[in-house]
Nanobody, 125 residues
């Protein structure tokens, strides 16, 4: 099992930036892929970004490409999501998630087996 704790959410104006962090309590963090998933009010979970085990491969939803960047620091057991040029439609609860038995990324929400508690991101217009 792995515990994931997100931080860095908050309220920001459109066009602004936020950086989310996710700290993992896992001895094997560096061996598996990680992702960020979000849920807007009244909507389904939506894949945002993913990174493979060593940071050498990433995937992004079309809606965030060019604005968001996912990265990881395996020495710190932490994954990040840098969000720039934020839009009101980015408002959601953002979850950090682990794909513990795979090194490669996935864009399918149901292929992430461990999730954090989520952090709220609100973008005002």
């Amino acid at each position: 099992q792995v515990q994931l704790v997100e931080s860095g959410g908050g309220l920001v104006q459109a066009g602004g930036s936020l950086r989310l962090s996710c700290a993992a309590s896992s001895r094997t963090f560096s061996s598996y892929a990680m992702g960020w998933i979000r849920q807007a009010p009244g909507k389904d979970y939506e894949f945002v970004a993913a990174i493979n085990w060593n940071g050498g491969g990433t995937d992004y939803a079309d809606s965030v490409k060019g604005r968001f960047t996912i990265s990881r620091d395996n020495a710190k057991n932490t994954v990040y999501l840098q969000m720039n040029s934020l839009k009101p439609e980015d408002t959601a609860v953002y979850y950090c998630a682990a794909r513990r038995f795979y090194r490669g990324t996935s864009t399918r929400v149901n292929e992430y087996d461990s999730w954090g508690q989520g952090t709220q991101v609100t973008v005002s217009s």
